[in-house]
């Protein structure tokens, strides 16, 4: 098993920064086929679906949600993944959850984070 623990949500102005931490544990016998290839962030905002927001590969090749390019960046250190979000918008307002996903294609959750960024 992978348990994602995540910190560094909260209430911002609008224009401010944040810093979102996803650190995974694993449990569990590791062949290769069990390592974690990709984790990042996704949210989702009451009434919506959940989005994609950043992810990191093993490879460290990034991909962003065209909403955030410019302004929320990325970086990974073994099985810990950050969100550094700057500029932020009262449209960033949502409910934050970590991905942890297995080269087997397993994927694993955090329990979300809030960030509320007020106008």
């Known amino acids: 098993q992978v348990h994602l623990v995540e910190s560094g949500g909260g209430l911002v102005e609008a224009g401010g920064s944040l810093r979102l931490s996803c650190s995974a544990s694993i449990t569990d016998q590791m062949p290769y086929s069990q390592t974690i290839h990709t984790m990042g962030w996704y949210r989702q905002a009451p009434g919506k679906q959940r989005e994609m927001v950043a992810l990191?590969?093993?490879?460290?090749r990034k991909s962003y949600a065209e909403a955030v390019k410019g302004r929320f960046s990325i970086a990974r250190d073994r099985n810990t993944v950050f969100l550094r979000m700057d500029s932020l918008e009262p449209e960033d307002t949502s409910v934050y959850f970590c991905?942890?996903?297995?080269?087997?294609?397993?994927?694993?959750w955090g329990q979300g984070t809030q960030v509320t960024v007020s106008s």
């Open positions: 990191m590969d093993s490879s460290r």
């Open positions: 991905l942890a996903r297995r080269w087997s294609g397993a994927e694993y």
